[in-house]
């Protein structure tokens, strides 16, 4: 049994998960656009997250600024000033740039959407409701990431739309509430998620369909793959 987080407002978490939630934004447009016009936006804006992140650290106006529109949204570990540490905002953007560089889109879009969806899940699931420990977060909140991962990966395209590619989603879908899970307190989850599932989903392809070209259908894509 554990006790819930008291200190975390849940009015100010639902607002953060509100922003949170627009990040499906990047998937969404993924799937419609080429891998080079995507990479063209997303770069830039992350480039520019970085320079907000880390300038807030250095320049006492632009941090006095920073925190006074986003301090309330802010968790402790975002705000570390001896280790400089980054927002949750900079690590979503250089994620889905990782993502969309190293990834197949069948793969990308996959593992970007299970992170956001299956993490928005975990938090409010879990701090409004998590009372039994399970490894550094709680049962409930890893649970409620699993199913509705899952009910993400039944709506997302695949290529085939054969079985197999369903259960490899859905054991993608248990690993990244796993690694959702465990990241706590050692490592940003919008960074281990995508990128842990997106190998293992590109693992999954390699060994049961080696031959098979990991293009979506009428999509536009222009990637190396």
């Known amino acids: 049994m554990i006790k819930r987080n008291?200190?975390?407002?849940?009015?100010?978490?639902?607002?953060?998960?509100?922003?949170?939630?627009?990040?499906?934004?990047?998937?969404?447009?993924?799937?419609?656009?080429?891998?080079?016009?995507?990479?063209?936006?997303?770069?830039?804006?992350?480039v520019f997250s970085l320079i907000i992140d880390f300038g807030r650290y250095l320049i006492p106006t632009l941090s006095k600024n920073f925190h006074k529109l986003f301090g309330f949204m802010l968790r402790e570990h975002e705000i570390n000033e001896k280790w400089k540490t980054l927002s949750g905002a900079s690590?979503?953007?250089?994620?889905?740039?990782?993502?969309?560089?190293?990834?197949?889109?069948?793969?990308?879009?996959?593992?970007?959407?299970i992170l956001i969806i299956g993490d928005i899940s975990a938090a409010l699931i879990g701090i409004k409701f998590g009372r039994h420990k399970f490894f550094n977060k709680s049962l409930e909140g890893t649970l409620a990431f699993f199913f509705v991962s899952c009910i993400v990966v039944l709506i997302l395209p695949k290529i085939q739309d054969n079985i197999w590619e369903?259960?490899?989603?859905?054991?993608?879908?248990?690993?990244?509430?796993?690694?959702?899970?465990?990241?706590?307190?050692?490592?940003?989850?919008?960074?281990?998620?995508?990128?842990?599932?997106?190998?293992?989903?590109?693992?999954?392809?390699s060994v049961f369909f080696p031959d098979l070209q990991l293009v979506l259908p009428n999509v536009p894509d222009y990637s190396f793959y």
């Open 6 to 46: 008291n200190n975390i407002n849940y009015s100010h978490e639902l607002l953060r998960k509100g922003i949170h939630l627009c990040s499906i934004s990047i998937p969404i447009f993924y799937y419609f656009f080429d891998r080079q016009l995507v990479l063209t936006i997303i770069i830039p804006l992350t």
């Open 166 to 205: 369903y259960i490899f989603g859905f054991f993608v879908a248990a690993i990244a509430a796993l690694v959702e899970n465990v990241s706590y307190g050692w490592a940003d989850d919008n960074l281990t998620v995508p990128l842990l599932s997106g190998f293992a989903l590109w693992i999954l392809y």
């Open 91 to 113: 690590y979503v953007l250089i994620s889905a740039s990782a993502t969309i560089l190293i990834f197949p889109k069948i793969i990308a879009i996959t593992a970007f959407s």
